[in-house]
């Protein structure tokens, strides 16, 4: 992408104003591609600095050329991140955001937003993931996604059919908002008390929880597997964990979550996902620089 002089000032306000008409979609490729907030957002003002040094004169398609633009970029950094990520101190989550504070985030379609699909398209290869974001969460025809990846379109069919498989394959049906909701503040109230005959009842018998404190905080270092053990372990640290704690619910990436803080700090994100057998993964986001994309405590 050959750079040039930017044009008067009449020329970089339609540059801006193009900018601003797509940058709620290109942070949520970027976001989807990455499952990082703060990473989605580094990419979205280094689109724009490259916008507008950019020979606009030669683009008959601004929110196509930009969309590319993006997808191209994460595709980068997604690549680097996998390596990132083997070192990476206990289990990686995504980075929350708050889709009640910015709802352009889901407005076009909620694929690839919640936690549950965000962990399984980790499975996938970055072109992979690219393919089915583009898709299944912005409805892009598969000739315009093939020119994003540089692949023929039969190629970019097989990705996003072999993305599609994996993610039907490996997610249990979720339960509706309302109920995921009930779960969660159910959740909460028995982790709270320590209760294990109710945390036992809500949970699936295979439920895992995962902790993200990418070594910054304390926090568990490996998955914690099974009904039993799960409600043991939660039930082990309840009368430390919980002294002092307040909870706020908010929306975040589409499903409810917890909000936890002490003295007006939030030091934790906690959701659930949940099927017809119960709650099947508890999220514990603890890691300090990854929750600075939700709002303080409301």
Do not use: C
């Not at 072109?127 to 994003?148: G, H, K, N, S, W």
């Amino acid at each position: 992408m050959a750079d040039t002089e930017s044009g008067g000032p009449e020329d970089l306000e339609q540059a801006a104003m193009d900018f601003a008409g797509v940058r709620p979609r290109l942070f949520g490729i970027a976001y989807r591609m990455l499952g990082s907030a703060t990473e989605a957002e580094d990419l979205v003002q280094d689109v724009w600095l490259r916008w507008q040094n950019y020979d606009r004169a030669t683009v008959d398609n601004p929110p196509a050329f930009l969309a590319t633009m993006i997808t191209r970029l994460s595709l980068n950094v997604a690549r680097s991140a996998r390596a990132r990520r083997e070192t990476y101190v206990g289990p990686w989550l995504p980075e929350p955001v708050d889709t009640g504070a910015d709802p352009h985030l889901g407005a076009e379609r909620g694929e690839a937003l919640e936690f549950a699909v965000l962990l399984l398209l980790e499975r996938l290869t970055p072109t992979e993931r690219a393919a089915y974001v583009l898709r299944e969460a912005f409805d892009y025809p598969y000739r315009q996604i093939a020119d994003v990846v540089q692949l023929n379109e039969p190629a970019v069919r097989q990705l996003v059919s072999r993305a599609r498989k994996h993610v039907l394959v490996e997610r249990r049906t979720p339960v509706a908002k309302a109920e995921q909701r009930r779960l969660l503040t159910a959740f909460v109230a028995a982790a709270r008390a320590g209760d294990l005959t109710a945390l036992e009842e809500l949970f699936a018998l295979d439920v895992t929880s995962y902790s993200d404190g990418g070594g910054a905080v304390r926090a568990s270092r490996f998955p914690v597997v099974g009904a039993s053990r799960v409600a043991k372990y939660l039930r082990a640290f309840a009368t430390r964990f919980w002294v002092g704690v307040d909870v706020a619910y908010a929306s975040t990436n589409g499903q409810s979550a917890a909000l936890l803080s002490r003295d007006g700090e939030v030091f934790a994100v906690l959701t659930v996902n949940a099927s017809e057998q119960g709650i099947d993964q508890v999220l514990w986001m603890m890691n300090p620089a990854k929750i600075t994309a939700v709002s303080a405590p409301r």
